[in-house]
């Protein structure tokens, strides 16, 4: 898992640098961050605090003046599930571009769990999904003295559903297909029982970036 | 410029941490069952059998090939009826709505066809007006809960609950697929040949069924007033009957039983045949009867072999020869020629005249052919399998050919 996380964060690098050849209006935003919850467990009801590591990286064009809109890739560490989530971006700023401006941003995407390994054997299956996030949020961009970057801080409200399930095959020898999306409630052909456990992520995120 | 949003980006960072955010987890279990449906037969009598027009298959159960007519069962739903002139090109006539149907038999025009505890009896001889003439009532009576006099029954269900464990606790966890599939019924001139499961089968003027433990006569000199003789209890996991020359070779999951038939009213046992415990279908010549054993399902023993036992003395049955097998369901034997379904492996025919020989005997093997039961039928062999209801031409056994296949909506999985 350790390296694809690896070359995934190298083709991000990779992509970033293009960008940095080009000239505007199109920019480039990276983001480190934090991600935080209470999640409470599902055999005893006891809470427990939860603080996650969460990289993005956002590649947009100015579409019109302070308005940029682009792609968004990142790795987000969940308790249970790493996630690549990958969608849309937007990124809107007030105030002067020389000086310090407030922005507002909002990415919606997929969680991919290409990270994430299914388990198989000849009487079973498990894997995870996940599903459609939303993550609004707010910062301010503080341009550098020198040259044409900034450095951003942010906080926001990132919701992702996750799904992990356990399959019992119907035989020892039928190897069914794991369903490419989510399938609650439905029980996918091969499989006598289903076990699904939904978790859907309410976290803070609090991060720090730069922007280019 | 600095100075006024310092302040409020730390206000917002305490204020955001402030927040609490709770996840929303969730638990489901979703599962397969059986789950029991309790009838009033009253109410089911009361109901009229018209016959519908023709239906797409959903899911099919047991095939029987009477004329040149092809019928298919959808399990506890009713009967398919094909005009199989042509196997090419099966036409789909019409459908009788019968509940809780699961086999079925055809003597002389008459279709005979469980309706939970009743048996009936249709009029085939116009195909085009297929009539209801007889209800023998409370025969196959089994299926009655004493206690409450309803009659139970189960219908395949996919059930979800918040909890994993209720469902052990309240639910019949049975597989729905655990139903055994059987073989042909070789049969004299004005019967059909009887497919899947094969519980009900026509010999020398009676209709014999079994469940798991019981076989019923039926006396139908008079096709269209079928009679219901008596009840003879086998014992327990039984799965199919084959009858041949006077006698009635009766598959369980633990052995093969041999019935002496010559008295059709009574039949007497001959002989057990005992095995380990596993599903086995039979069909039979003169000389030798050839069992498979399959693992899989209720069949756990993880025996897969064909057996080939003589029964020149069908008092004594001996194992002549066993071969193992990769996961045989059905079979078939035309002339001398033996086919075997192999499940998910395919379809294999072989020369059985030698039967110390006849896994070298072997004539084809069908991987991609993957089935579950089938009748050698005289126009073509008719198999069941993931792609529905398939014939082919198998005028050469080494190379089968394939004619049609019913699409189904629901295939058998085959394991």
């Given amino acids: 898992m350790q390296k694809k996380l690896l070359i995934l964060i190298a083709l991000i690098f990779c992509g970033l640098q293009t960008s940095l050849a080009q000239t505007k209006p199109w920019m480039t935003q990276l983001e480190v961050g934090l991600l935080g919850g209470k999640t409470k467990n599902l055999w005893d009801e006891k809470t427990n605090q939860r603080t996650t590591f969460s990289f993005s990286a956002f590649h947009g064009k100015e579409v019109i003046r302070n308005q940029v809109v682009g792609i968004y890739l990142g790795v987000d560490h969940y308790p249970s599930v790493t996630l690549i989530p990958i969608g849309i971006g937007w990124r809107g700023f007030l105030g002067k571009k020389s000086g310090p401006q407030f922005f507002g941003g909002l990415d919606l995407g997929y969680g991919s769990t290409v990270l994430e390994k299914v388990d198989r054997t000849d009487w079973s299956s498990n894997w995870h999904e996940a599903g459609v996030l939303v993550h609004p949020e707010i910062g301010i961009k503080l341009p550098a003295k020198r040259g044409n970057w900034a450095l951003t801080a942010s906080v926001g409200y990132k919701r992702q559903p996750t799904y992990y399930f356990e399959g019992a095959h119907t035989s020892a020898d039928s190897k069914p297909k794991i369903p490419l999306f989510r399938t609650r409630d439905v029980l996918p052909k091969g499989f006598s029982s289903l076990n699904s456990t939904s978790i859907l992520y309410h976290s803070l995120s609090v991060q720090v970036g730069i922007l280019f | ?415």
């Fill in chain 2, 1 to 415: 410029m600095k100075n006024r949003f310092i302040p409020l980006l730390v206000i917002l960072f305490g204020s955001s941490l402030l927040f609490s955010c709770m996840d929303e987890v969730n638990s489901t279990y979703t599962f397969r069952t059986m789950m029991p449906v309790y009838l009033e037969m009253k109410d089911v009598r009361a109901k009229l059998i018209s016959v519908a027009p023709a239906q797409e298959i959903e899911n099919p159960g047991k095939i029987y090939l009477y004329k040149d007519y092809l019928l298919i069962n959808e399990p506890n739903q009713g009967i398919h009826i094909y005009d199989n002139k042509n196997p090419a090109n099966p036409i789909n006539l019409s459908f009788i709505p019968i509940e809780g149907n699961i086999d079925l038999a055809v003597n002389s025009d008459i279709l005979y066809a469980d309706n939970y505890v009743d048996l009936l009896a249709f009029d085939l001889s116009n195909i085009r007006n297929i009539r209801l003439v007889k209800r023998v009532e409370d025969v196959f009576n089994h299926l009655y809960q004493h206690s409450t006099g309803k009659i139970i029954t189960f219908k395949d269900t996919v059930l979800t609950s918040e909890s994993p464990t209720w469902a052990f606790e309240t639910m019949w966890t049975v597989r729905p697929n655990m139903s055994l599939t059987s073989n042909m019924a070789k049969a004299s001139q004005s019967y059909g040949t009887g497919g899947s499961m094969a519980r009900f089968t026509l010999m020398d003027g009676h209709l014999f069924a079994v469940d798991a433990s019981t076989l019923r006569v039926f006396e139908v000199l008079n096709p269209a007033e079928p009679k219901f003789l008596k009840p003879i209890e086998l014992g327990w996991g039984i799965e199919t009957i084959f009858p041949f020359d006077q006698k009635l070779f009766i598959g369980s999951n633990r052995g093969l039983h041999i019935y002496d038939a010559s008295t059709p009213a009574a039949p007497i046992r001959m002989a057990v045949y005992e095995h380990v415990l596993s599903c086995d279908p039979v069909v039979v010549n003169e000389e030798y009867a050839f069992v498979t054993l399959r693992s899989g399902n209720f069949c756990v023993n993880g025996v897969n072999e064909l057996h080939v036992l003589d029964i020149k003395d069908p008092y004594q049955p001996k194992l002549k020869k066993a071969y193992p097998m990769l996961n045989p369901h059905g079979l078939g034997l035309a002339e001398k020629y033996l086919y075997v379904a192999e499940g998910k492996h395919g379809l294999k025919s072989f020369n059985a005249s030698d039967v110390l020989n006849i896994d070298k005997n072997q004539l084809e093997f069908i991987q991609s052919m993957k089935s579950s039961d089938l009748i050698p039928g005289p126009k073509s062999l008719i198999v069941i399998g993931p792609d529905g209801v398939c014939q082919y031409d198998y005028s050469n056994p080494a190379q089968l050919k394939k004619l049609s296949c019913i699409q189904v909506s629901n295939p058998i999985e085959v394991s």
